[in-house]
Nanobody, 114 residues
Framework: QVQLVESGGGLVQPGGSLRLSCASS????????MGWYRQAPGNQRELVAV???????NYRDSVKGRFTISKDNAKNTAYLQMNSLKPEDTAVYYC????????WGQGTQVTVSS
């Protein structure tokens, strides 16, 4: 059973940066698209960014120009570089693989506050 483990969350001031990582126990990022989602308290989970197996990327409008999704197939790890963070980016961030079965990580908390 392949597992995903996120890391890199934390508390950061507005305008700051964080890099989230999503480590896989198997070689799946070269096979399937993956995405980063986030869920703030009281809100539905929303898709933030997605990267295809071939490396094409797409972002929700609110993070375009600030967030960058990437992956290293050799390391079985995907990343979300988040710059110019805003308080409204505060949420639990999850990675997900769009494979034959839904595969989610456990989430990592990102808090943007002064």
């Amino acid at each position: 059973q392949v597992q995903l483990v996120e890391s890199g969350g934390g508390l950061v001031q507005p305008g700051g940066s964080l890099r989230l990582s999503c480590a896989s126990s198997g070689r799946i990022f070269s096979l399937y698209a993956m995405g980063w989602y986030r869920q703030a308290p009281g809100n539905q989970r929303e898709l933030v960014a997605v990267i295809s197996s071939g490396g094409s990327t797409n972002y929700r409008d609110s993070v375009k120009g600030r967030f960058t999704i990437s992956k290293d197939n050799a390391k079985n790890t995907a990343y979300l570089q988040m710059n110019s963070l805003k308080p409204e980016d505060t949420a639990v961030y999850y990675c997900k693989v769009f494979g034959p079965q839904e595969l989610w990580g456990q989430g990592t908390q990102v808090t943007v506050s002064s």
